[in-house]
């Protein structure tokens, strides 16, 4: 069964802190790995990675994969009480739905 | 464009009550699919759709039933609802040529069944 398993599940930081998310997985055929972030309403996408090694980077956001050791990264440098949100990674498996399979999250809290 | 969009935005039903919680997207895209999303959880997938006629099982498609009759709009029946069955639901879509997994997910629609 494809899995997905993000750590840690919740983490509180100061405002300029930098923070580092983590997400192993466990999936058949990996195709590529997603980053959304999620504050209290849908998911708005943040990252799409599909290669190792590659840093895929916006503003103070930045993102690695490792198909080798099948986990991904995501950093927050200068963290801000807007970052506060739940974090999710999800995964693409090879198949022609396109079908998702998500990580439960991590919840960023930045505390002024 | 509106992107993805959902009604209602809360529902309260009882026990046994049915609904139909509405999903519409105006990007012509051929992928549509239901998520649900329990407190601390990530999304699991319902049912999802890869386009007008077709529609196929999710992970957890036990108590919803979906119809997709054309390329916009994709809704999602509770029949008999259960309180299992409270939660948050999002509705995504995603293009034919994406080949990356990107979805675009509708604002969600909080569901308490007591």
């Known amino acids: 069964e494809d899995k997905v398993v993000q750590s840690p599940l919740s983490l509180v930081v100061h405002e300029g802190d930098t923070v580092t998310l983590n997400c192993s997985y466990e999936?058949?055929?990996?195709?590529?790995l997603l980053w959304y972030k999620q504050e209290k309403k849908a998911p708005t996408f943040l990252f799409m990675l599909?290669?190792?090694?590659i840093e895929k980077k916006s503003g103070r956001l930045s993102s690695i994969l490792d198909k080798k050791e099948l986990f991904s990264i995501l950093n927050i440098t200068a963290t801000q009480t807007g970052d506060s949100a739940v974090y999710l990674c999800a995964v693409l498996p090879q198949g022609g739905s396109e079908k998702l399979v998500f990580g439960k999250g991590t919840k960023l809290t930045v505390n002024p | 464009n509106a992107g993805v969009t959902q009604t209602p935005k809360f529902r309260i039903l009882k026990i046994g009550q049915s609904m139909t919680l509405q999903c519409t997207q105006d990007?012509?895209?051929?992928?549509m699919y239901w998520y649900r999303q329990d407190p601390g959880m990530g999304l699991k997938l319902i049912y999802y759709?890869?386009?007008?006629?077709?529609?196929d099982k999710g992970e957890v498609p036990n108590g919803y039933n979906v119809s997709r009759s054309t390329t916009e709009d994709f809704p999602l029946r509770l029949e008999l609802a259960a309180p299992s069955q409270t939660s948050v639901y999002f509705c995504a879509s995603s293009p034919w040529t994406s080949g990356s997994g990107t979805q675009y997910f509708g604002p969600g629609t909080r569901l308490t069944v007591l």
């Open positions: 999936v058949t055929n990996f195709r590529s």
């Open positions: 599909t290669s190792s090694g």
């Open positions: 759709s890869v386009g007008a006629g077709i529609t």
């Open positions: 990007m012509n895209h051929n992928y």
